[in-house]
């Protein structure tokens, strides 16, 4: 995962609060992907942004949100939180439009009790 | 939208032995295949791609991949398993946005376990 950090590495929130996760700065990279995985629904697209822009989003409600900021770190805000967003989430790095063949970081471990 | 399935939840294999990990695909126009692993407590690491050419691919740690268009296949294989190479393989394709811009889309996974 050279050139991806997470952070937290855990998360423990409660239901209805709000939970903040980062993706670190890649260098030469300027979009981000984030990805959800958790357990028995696999891996799935969360959101992409590319140069500051959100530019696209999986099939998630609107409490799914974040930024990208002008280092090209980001930032996935989860608000209102369920017991269902008890997940790993993953980002990885991109360049322009695609994030293939690249390395994701280690992922944030959010448990929602 | 493309999509891959991996049938097999798990596979067991002795050290040593020759291992595969199955990967089948639908997609429409040409196919752009992956492999990751993911290790326990981490995150998912790139093994290798297809895109073109060559139908076997290879990889990291030894890994390597046949792409197989008539069976529309692209299982996972290593000739000599190493208890080390104990882990959750996902395979994915890429799938594109429309209006541009692509995502990649994963199978279930398979969890791997190479035994003494």
């Known amino acids: 995962e050279a050139g991806v950090t997470q952070s937290p590495t855990h998360l423990i929130k409660t239901r209805g609060q709000q939970a903040t996760l980062r993706c670190s700065p890649i260098?030469?990279?300027?979009?981000v992907y984030w990805y959800q995985q958790a357990l028995g629904l696999g891996l799935q697209f969360l959101l992409w942004y590319d140069e500051g822009e959100e530019r696209n989003r999986g099939n998630f409600p609107p409490r799914f949100s974040g930024r990208q900021f002008p280092n090209y770190s980001s930032e996935l805000n989860v608000n209102a939180l369920e017991l269902e967003d008890s997940a790993l989430y993953l980002c990885?790095?991109?360049?322009?439009?695609?994030?293939?063949?690249?390395?994701f970081g280690s992922g944030t471990r959010l448990t929602v009790v | 939208a493309q999509s891959v399935a991996q049938p097999e939840d798990q596979v067991n294999v002795a050290e040593g032995n020759p291992l595969t990990v199955k990967c089948t695909y639908s997609?429409?126009?040409?196919?752009?295949l992956f492999w990751y692993v993911q290790y326990p407590n981490r995150g998912l690491q790139f093994l290798l791609k297809?895109?073109?050419?060559?139908?076997l691919v290879k990889g990291s740690y030894g890994f390597e991949a046949e792409f197989n268009k008539s069976q529309t296949s692209f299982h996972l294989k290593k000739p000599s398993a190493l208890v080390s190479d104990s882990a959750l393989y996902f395979c994915?394709?890429?799938?594109?946005?429309?209006?541009?811009?692509?995502?990649?889309?994963f199978g279930t996974g398979t969890q791997l376990k190479v035994e003494l």
């Open positions: 990885a790095p991109g360049t322009g439009t695609s994030n293939y063949g690249y390395t």
């Open positions: 297809y895109i073109t050419g060559d139908n």
């Open positions: 997609v429409s126009g040409n196919p752009y």
């Open positions: 994915a394709v890429r799938d594109a946005f429309t209006g541009g811009g692509n995502k990649l889309t």
């Open positions: 260098s030469g990279h300027t979009s």
